[in-house]
């Protein structure tokens, strides 16, 4: 391993493993980021939303 | 040549982990003062954030490649080690919704590291007081500028309507965002620049008095737009509406006085966190208004990872040194 790695010549294993790591976490962080911004816009929908005003019930 | 490519890998992947993480500085004011949707924000400061190597110098990113650490010890572990406690400590405080600085998280880990390999002399240590006095100057001069401006804008605008002022500062808010990228990106890309730097010269494919190529500062930028572009929602959340509510003329103090922080240490060469420098400058926007307008409860824990980021990535990069060295090398 030690000599396979600092050799001029690329072992394309380990780089397509580590690119495989990468992709797969960046892949994850899209996908909890857009839970995170769905559930961010919704808030701020909501609290945009003013409450409706109801007669006290007086007549 | 294997391992230089993992190298430049796991920066370009900490570089965009920086963007995603950091993307709420430049964002969260607009997001926050419903100036931008969250699309079209991430969108704007992305474009800022790339063009910005047409504006600075690499006066950071030559800091980064040889001032913190003396270039002739760093080796592929230690560069390896220092990226992967970086990219960890700043997932980790995304997932909890803390601003801390990536800046710091990649120093930290670069510094624990060094001294993992080559011993406490491989530190060049006035550089690092220096960033560490930063961390406590950054929040404080954002602080400091953003009540001024606020302070100005408040007395100048003090007769006008509350809406029309609103409207003219919405608008405004476009330029202090597209500043505030420019000078995230010129400060941040440019630290993940040096470090390519000593993996080039590291690995003898670049000489030590030869200047960063121009493959590595376009790459990096690319990276940090890209990162920038995903948007880390769970921060842009913490400072965008956690910290205080912001009316679009604090927005513009805000990322006013963090841009101009930014470009001032970006002009010196000093690595500071754009991080610290949003925060402190939102909390004094916050506090002009009323000091209880902060919410005090929600900086602690942001106070708290400040303080220990460059320590926990230092002892992360440490464990992961020695972790390597048995596993491969």
């Known amino acids: 391993m030690r000599e396979n790695l600092f050799v001029m010549e690329i072992n394309y294993a380990i ?17 909890r980021n857009n839970i995170d ?3 961010m816009e919704k808030e701020m929908i909501d609290s945009e939303i003013k409450p409706e005003k109801h007669d006290s019930g007086h007549a | 040549m294997t391992i230089l490519i993992i190298v430049i890998g796991l920066a370009l992947l900490f570089d965009i982990i920086n963007g995603f993480h950091d993307a709420a500085n430049s964002i969260a004011t607009i997001v926050g003062t419903r100036v931008l949707s969250p699309g079209l924000a991430v969108l704007w400061a992305a474009f800022f954030n790339f063009i910005s190597y047409l504006i600075f110098e690499l006066h950071v990113a030559n800091t980064i490649a040889k001032g913190i650490v003396h270039p002739e010890i760093v080796t592929m572990q230690v560069l390896i080690a220092g990226l992967l406690a970086a990219i960890l400590w700043n ?4 997932f ?9 998280t990649l120093i930290g880990g670069f510094v624990g590291a060094a001294i993992a390999g080559a011993g406490f002399s491989a530190v060049i240590y006035s550089a690092v007081l220096k960033i560490i006095l930063f961390i406590f100057l950054a929040p404080l001069i954002g602080m400091l500028v953003a009540t001024l401006i606020s302070i100005v804008v408040m007395w100048i605008c003090k007769n ?3 809406g029309t002022v609103s409207r ?10 597209a500043a505030f990228s420019i000078g995230h990106g010129a400060n941040d890309a440019q630290k993940i620049m040096g470090i390519i730097a000593v993996a080039l010269i590291a690995s003898g494919e670049l000489e030590q008095s030869a200047s960063i190529p121009f493959w590595v500062v376009i790459s990096c930028h690319t990276a940090m737009a890209v990162g920038t572009l995903l948007g880390g929602w769970r921060i842009v959340k913490t400072m965008g509406s956690k910290i205080t509510r912001l009316k679009p003329f604090e927005g513009f103090s805000a990322e006013t006085s963090g841009a101009i922080t930014l470009f001032s240490t970006s002009l010196l060469g000093i690595p500071v ?34 303080i220990l980021t460059i320590p926990a990535t230092g002892l992360l990069a440490v464990l992961i040194h020695y972790i390597l060295r048995w596993i491969a090398f």
């Open chain 2, 273 to 306: 966190s754009t991080t610290h420098t949003i925060t402190g400058a939102i909390v004094g926007v916050g506090a002009i208004r009323r000091i209880s307008a902060v919410r005090w409860g929600v900086t602690i824990p942001i106070l708290y990872a400040w």
């Open chain 1, 37 to 39: 911004r769905k559930k």
């Open chain 2, 160 to 162: 006008s309507n509350r």
């Open chain 2, 91 to 94: 997932l980790a405080t995304w």
């Open chain 1, 15 to 31: 780089v397509v493993l580590v690119l495989i790591a990468v992709v797969a976490l960046i892949i994850f962080l899209i996908r």
């Open chain 2, 96 to 104: 909890f919704g803390l601003p801390s600085s990536s800046s710091h």
């Open chain 2, 168 to 177: 003219h500062f919405k608008k405004l808010q476009l330029l202090s965002a």
